[in-house]
Every structure is written in structure tokens, then in C-alpha cells.
């Protein structure tokens, strides 16, 4: 929504600091629920992704990046709707959550859209509410703490941004609250409804943004 009244990149900037600590709070609370292997995998492809998009950076209109994951979104989804997942089925390739990973870290640092990528690749594995959240809370805490220097480099981190920051900061400990609340009462099958639920409205949001 910020991203209407100001651009792509500045919103990134301005978010970045509220995420962060949204991150640690998640973090704080489900310290003890992530799962540690796929995170071992997950985090060198996350940290490459935002690397390439360091390096692109000025080569790229974020709107069209946002655009393009927002169809990504509505493509998985309708593959999780017309092919539903059964007991046993094969949990993802690695190739496939290395590229997914590396994509959420190069999306996340050009347009703060690094969500629906790494839950393509994590949707399927089936975690718990508890270890799928407590997972991205770890994942996230280190790509946006990672791309303090890359933004401070690209002149995205002035007073104003770092002004507005502070101003939606108090939001963040409700945010995590009710999603703690959440994970530690829903039940497996409802809570990735509601994580379908949100991949649909962010997907149509980042279409509507860059046609808009």
C-alpha cells in the first residue's frame, strides 16, 4: 500500500527497519520452534539473491519485479488448487528451493516481496504453524539485517526514510503478538488457508502495482 504514495524502493527503505524488528520479535518468541537444517540450506542461496539484486538494482524497474512475482503467486496457487497435495508426495527438488530461496532474497531487496517465493518452496514441505513460522522469522531476521550496508550503499537509508520508520515502529509488537497467538492456536490445515488467503491478496497487490 505504501508503495502507491511513494516509490518501490523507498517504501522497501522505509520498511525495513519495522520488518527487522518484527523479525526479532518473532524470533524471541519461537526461538525453539524453526527447523534448523532448512535453514542451513536456505539462508546462502537467500544472502546470493540479494547480491544480484545489489548489483541490479539501478538496472531494474521494481514495480515490473514486484509485477512478476505477484503472477508467480497467482500461478502456484492455482497449482496448489488444480493439483492438490497428497500424503507422501515428494517434498520439492533442491535445485528448485535453491533457485525459490535465492529469488525471495532478490525480490525481498529490490521490492519487499520476498514472501511468495520462499513459501512456494516451503508450502510443500509441510511444517507445523509453529516451525513454518518460526522458520521464516529466523530466514527473514537475517536477509533484511543483511541489507542494511547494500541500501546505506544505494543512498536509501536518509532521515526521512529512517523518520517514517520510527512513526510505524509501534505497530510491530501488535503485529507479531496476534501472529504468535495465531500459530500457537490454529490448526495445520487452517493456518495454510490463511497462508493461500494472504499469497492471493499479495499476489493480485504486486499485479495492481505494476500495471497501475
Known amino acids: 500500500l505504501m508503495a502507491l504514495s511513494v516509490s518501490v524502493p523507498q517504501a522497501a527503505a522505509i520498511l525495513m527497519p519495522v520488518l527487522l524488528v ?9 526461538r525453539k520452534d524453526f527447523d534448523r537444517a532448512l535453514l542451513k540450506f536456505m539462508l546462502p542461496w537467500g544472502l546470493l539473491g540479494i547480491v544480484i539484486g545489489t548489483l541490479s538494482f539501478k538496472l531494474l524497474e521494481a514495480r515490473w519485479v514486484a509485477g512478476i512475482v505477484g503472477v508467480f503467486t497467482l500461478l ?30 532478490f525480490t525481498s531487496f529490490v521490492a519487499h516481496a520476498g514472501g511468495p517465493p520462499i513459501n512456494a518452496y516451503v508450502i510443500p514441505l509441510g511444517l507445523s504453524p509453529l516451525r513454518f513460522t518460526g522458520t521464516m522469522a529466523y530466514f527473514f531476521f537475517v536477509i533484511n539485517l543483511a541489507k542494511w550496508v547494500p541500501y546505506a550503499w ?33 490448526n495445520q490445515q487452517l493456518f495454510y488457508r490463511f497462508i493461500y488467503v494472504g499469497m492471493l491478496l499479495t499476489g493480485l497487490k504486486l499485479i495492481w502495482d505494476a500495471v497501475v
Open 22 to 30: 518484527m523479525d526479532l520479535l518473532g524470533i524471541a518468541a519461537f
Open 76 to 105: 502456484f496457487l492455482a497449482q496448489r488448487l488444480l493439483f492438490a497435495p497428497k500424503a507422501g508426495d515428494a517434498p520439492p527438488p533442491r535445485w528448485a528451493g535453491a533457485l525459490l530461496t535465492a529469488t525471495s532474497g
Open 154 to 186: 544505494l543512498g536509501l537509508l536518509d532521515a526521512r526514510n529512517l523518520g517514517t520508520s520510527l512513526v510505524l515502529l509501534p505497530l510491530a509488537p501488535l503485529g507479531v503478538w496476534i501472529g504468535v497467538r495465531i500459530a500457537r492456536r490454529i
